[in-house]
């Protein structure tokens, strides 16, 4: 066991703390994370991060999670409740506050959000701050970090704006768009919080941070349109109340009803930092508007690069439509096909596909969208392929470039042809388990369309699409077993 101060993250199951934990876990400090299902959390980061179980609304499940505790990170809400969320919260703070002071906690860092406590706050800031108050009344030490907008891949207010801007080319913005925020880019937040570990807290103190940059919403939209090469309209609309735009949110992006009015009730008023102290007292320039709109678009590549779309498909942030399973506005096509030749056999014919070898199925059809690419100015269907039967990151395969690969096991391709959008087709194989005789193959497509035209063409060529795509799976897996 480690000599230096034990730290515990609380809420590492969520957006903040899992990266929170992420990054914690590679420097040098020892960790604990506390989930109400610690078989829930990602057992990626080894024997680096011990798990337990607690439950802030189980006062006695707490003693157990804060036993030794130095500093607790506390990183918890209940945005997604009911209407009792406010009750919840509270109740939460106090049992934690209480077991935090028993257990002879040094310090608690907590995230509140941005805000004039002067202002009559929505519900949800409302509770932000009053929980922060409860945690500083249990008598120890907090360091409150007050946040606006949290720009970052997979971020509530960053999916918002990317589900607005690419679905609607005109859009009306009422008042509460032109209401000034001060974002700021996940990895300056996860900073602050990092650096906060080391901040001596003989008492309570509370810190508002934010970008470099204070916009409304209507000007993220704008800047999350420019980046993605998009023109959109915005036209002004003198009044719509937060519960109708929620309403409409629901409608048009990912986010629930529920969770979209809670959201837009916080933006109506101002969440601007009047006091700077974070920048003399922190050692972080936090970035502005459009270099986190930029840093932000470039996680999502590597994202894709190191994430497993067949784990996405049973996560209740996705839901099927009639043209495959909606991730965020990510939309992924995938299906398996079982295979009598073992792993190795079967991956060495995925290995082979493209080039000279073909695709397995509807290379005519192959050879009519690679000369269409050609036509408007792509690289078409001609590159083929460095080696006949093995590829290696960064190999050209006619109009795919492999992105990764991990042999016997993982194909990943990104398209490079002309597309409203950004693709991916990647072949995942998978030995029998020791209750199976057969290997499997799974294939999956990704479409991250560019605005309503990228839609369009998704659901236009998704039945040509499903017939090539079943018929590469089928020709695929016949290949391996006639070897």
């Not at 078989?39 to 607690?54: F, I, P, Y």
């Not at 704008?222 to 036209?235: N, S, T, V």
């Not at 009730?265 to 969440?271: A, N, Q």
């Not at 990764?404 to 990943?412: H, Q, V, Y």
Request: proline share 5%.
């Amino acid at each position: 066991m480690s000599s230096l101060p034990l730290t515990l993250v609380t809420g590492a199951s969520g957006y903040v703390g899992g990266r929170l934990l992420d990054k914690l876990s590679k420097s040098e400090v020892t960790l604990r994370a506390m989930a109400r299902r610690p078989e829930a959390l990602e057992t990626k980061w080894g024997d680096r991060v011990e798990v337990v179980e607690g439950d802030v609304l189980k006062p006695e499940s707490l003693p157990k999670a804060l036993q030794g505790v130095h500093t607790a990170y506390y990183l918890i809400h209940s945005m997604g409740s009911g209407e009792d969320f406010e009750q919840q919260e509270e109740t939460s703070a106090r049992n934690f506050g209480a077991a935090a002071l028993k257990a002879g906690v040094k310090k608690i860092i907590y995230l509140g959000g941005l805000c004039d406590e002067k202002s009559d706050l929505s519900p949800h800031m409302r509770s932000r701050h009053h929980t922060g108050r409860i945690l500083r009344e249990s008598g120890v030490p907090v360091l409150e970090f007050r946040a606006s907008i949290i720009l970052g891949a997979g971020s509530l207010s960053f999916e918002m704006i990317r589900a607005l801007v690419q679905r609607l080319p005109v859009m009306v913005t009422p008042k509460w768009a032109y209401v000034k925020a001060q974002p700021i880019y996940v990895e300056d937040l996860l900073a602050y919080l990092h650096e906060a570990l080391s901040i001596p807290v003989p008492e309570s103190v509370i810190y508002e941070i934010g970008g470099a940059d204070v916009v409304s919403y209507k000007e993220i939209m704008q800047a999350f349109a420019e980046a993605r090469g998009l023109q959109r309209i915005f036209l002004p609309v003198p009044v719509l109340s937060p519960y109708l735009s929620s309403l409409w949110l629901g409608l048009v992006t990912p986010l629930f009803a529920r969770v979209g009015r809670k959201l837009i009730e916080s933006v109506t008023h101002p969440s601007v930092v009047m006091n700077p102290a974070a920048l003399r007292r922190f050692q972080i320039a936090p970035c502005g508007l459009k270099d986190a709109i930029s840093q932000t678009l470039i996680e999502e590549e590597r994202g894709f690069a190191l994430s497993r779309w067949s784990d996405s498909l049973s996560s209740g942030n996705t839901y099927r439509t009639w043209a495959g399973v909606r991730f965020g506005t990510r939309l992924v096509d995938s299906r398996t096909g079982e295979c009598d030749a073992d792993a190795e056999t079967l991956f060495a014919s995925v290995e082979k596909i493209g080039g000279k070898n073909g695709w397995y199925f509807g290379n005519i059809l192959w050879g009519i969208r690679g000369a269409a690419d050609e036509l408007l100015g792509g690289v078409g269907m001609r590159r083929g392929r460095r080696d006949p039967a093995k590829l290696r990151v960064g190999d050209v395969l006619d109009c795919w470039r492999v992105e990764s690969i991990e042999a016997g096991k993982c194909l990943r391709l990104k398209a490079e042809m002309k597309l409203p959008g950004r693709a991916w087709l990647e072949f995942e194989v998978s030995a029998p388990d020791s209750d199976q005789k057969k290997s499997k193959l799974r294939q999956t497509a990704v479409f991250d369309p560019k605005g309503l035209f990228g839609l369009l063409y998704w659901y236009g060529i998704y039945p040509v699409h499903v017939l090539m795509f079943k018929g590469m799976l089928r020709r695929l897996i016949h290949s391996a077993e006639m070897k």
